[in-house]
């Protein structure tokens, strides 16, 4: 059977922080605040694989709440999504919105990631990277935010 699902994530963008897209560490001034690594790409494409499989959210399965989660890798948080949905990804679009970090040189690097966690040909996965033509908290640099959609096979 096929299922789509859909997931999105946003971030308040901090000094102090270290700023993961996709699992690659982006030079950048500030990063994601959060309770784990803040990793925004992988959380959408959390949230986008328990979707699919209406497993709930991020948040149900690795709540901020618990302590296991403090500083956790999102990779790592992948990477038991994928053991409890046992989902065969079919392919993954996504987009991640920010202002004033240029992504196109580490979109590849962002794709090679994803491919390794996932286990997953590169060929299967997209990311783009968009701006908010400086409207909202993400236009503003105050935020940064991506979305998922994931086709897989159950």
């Keep these: 059977m096929l299922r789509v699902g859909i997931g999105n994530d946003i971030h308040r963008l901090v ?8 699992g ?5 001034e500030r990063g994601e605040e959060a309770h784990s690594d ?23 399965h690795f709540p901020d709440s618990n302590e296991e ?15 409890l949905t ?14 004033n970090v240029i992504l196109k ?9 994803l491919s390794d966690i996932l286990s997953l040909d590169i060929c299967r996965i997209s990311v783009k990277a968009k701006t908010n033509e400086k409207l909202g908290p993400v236009g503003q640099a105050q935020a940064i935010k991506a979305t998922a959609v994931v086709l897989a096979e159950y």
Aim: charged fraction near 30%.
């Design 69 to 83: 989660y403090k500083n956790a890798s999102s990779k790592d948080l992948l990477r038991e999504t994928l053991k």
């Design 24 to 28: 690659i560490e982006i030079p950048s």
């Design 86 to 99: 046992k989902a065969e990804i079919i392919n993954i679009d996504t987009i991640v919105e920010v202002e």
């Design 38 to 60: 803040g990793d925004v790409l992988i959380h959408a494409i959390i949230d986008a694989l328990l979707g699919s499989s209406a497993l709930g959210d991020i948040g149900t």
């Design 15 to 22: 000094k102090g922080r270290k700023l993961y897209i996709g």
């Design 105 to 113: 040189d580490h979109i590849q690097s962002i794709r090679e990631s």
